[in-house]
């Protein structure tokens, strides 16, 4: 059975996540309050839905607890970030990633229960500084 996934926030992270997902042959439903956001992404996710994750109302309607994975890619908004994970464990999610902004966000996220806390900038520069260094060695 395919895996189904809800990517909230559809900025570059977000986006991107979105795109492999799909090349994956995954099920992803996308959610942003950007109705442009929305438009370019609308042939690309199995459904795409422009809503503020912020609104309960909306998560429920939507079913969110039933997917197997949601991830929360909202950016520089950190109290929507933090609100819309908050309100994804208490529906009961059960496994929620977030991309966190700084420390403090991470801290705060990681204590209302997301299952997982991701720093792409942070991680994606450890990662290209570590090939620079290996590569530099076998150039010698
Ligand atoms: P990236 O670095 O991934 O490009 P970013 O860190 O610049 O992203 P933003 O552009 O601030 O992040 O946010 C990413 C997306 O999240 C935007 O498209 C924005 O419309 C969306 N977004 C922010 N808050 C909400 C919300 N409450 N509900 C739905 N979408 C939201």
Same mark, same amino acid.
Do not use: E
């Given at each position: 059975m395919k895996k189904e996934f809800v990517v909230i926030g559809l900025g570059r992270f977000g986006g991107s996540i979105c795109k492999t997902l799909i090349e994956q042959g995954m099920e992803v439903l996308v959610m942003d309050r950007d109705e442009a956001r929305i438009d370019e992404f609308a042939s690309i996710a199995t459904h795409a839905v422009i809503a503020d994750s912020t609104d309960e109302t909306v998560l429920k309607s939507l079913g969110i607890r039933n997917f197997d994975h949601v991830i929360v %890619?909202?950016? %520089?908004?950190i109290q929507a970030s933090i609100l819309t994970t908050l309100m994804l464990k208490e529906i009961g999610v059960k496994r929620v990633t977030v991309k966190a902004q700084n420390d403090y966000h991470a801290k705060v996220l990681r204590k209302i229960g997301a299952d997982n806390v991701v720093h792409p900038e942070r991680d994606m520069g450890k990662r290209i500084a570590h090939n620079i260094v290996s590569k530099s060695i076998l150039d010698y």
């Open positions: %890619a909202i950016g %520089a908004d």
